[in-house]
């Protein structure tokens, strides 16, 4: 049940949305989790949770020079990592904010999920900021494929053109984030935004709180929705203490005005 406090908020950033024609969505790790998909590192589709093995370690495993140095060993973690995401579908908070941004053009969804889930919900203006785990591409000639599953993908996957390595068009440990997204990130954030809203970002998401705290010193509004500690927190000017799905359904409920046409 919502306290009168929390309320109030919900009612203060519908509010702001209803009076913004250029809004930006940043979408971390608790939006996938709400489908069930487990995490890592915050990256909503970058989970591991399978191996039995102690020594297991994550994090080496997904080294961009564990791909570079021993492609088979690499596909192991990527084909477990794509089986654990397989059967989830979007939520009620990808659906909203693909209908959100659909009404409004000039609204635009940065996510750092490599799952697709808002892809898979029809978000237009999407920003894959890590690419997409089930994005292939080849190491050596530039082809690539989407593909909606792993499944009858062979154990290390080969370039049907070329014959060489293929990986997942997705950040790895130690890469950067994929440099068409950065692209875009940089064109709309020159055009500016009238408000940020940060949705389910983790703990472990520098990125996404310095952009948060470079958009709250330019006096643009910040928004968080997220029920734990983050270090986005002290860069949202209004925060709410909930999960994705809860808070996006509380604030898109009270908006009942038609949104603004955008330019
Ligand atoms: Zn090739």
Redesign the pocket.
Known sequence: METNALSELCNAVASLLNSSRRVLFITGAGVSADSGVPTYRGVGGLGCHASDDPLFDIERELDFEVMTLDPTRAWRTFHTMERESRDAAPNDAHARLSAFCRARPGAWTLTRNVDGLHRRADTPNLIELNGNLRDLE?I??G?HESVVSFEGLEATPQ?P????VVRPRCSLVGEPPIEEAMLALERELKRGFDVVACVGASSNASFVADLLGETQARGTPTIEINPGESVVAHAAHMRLPVTPAVGIASVFERMKTPPPHAA
């Open positions: 080849c050596g000639c082809w370039c053109s070329c014959g060489r």
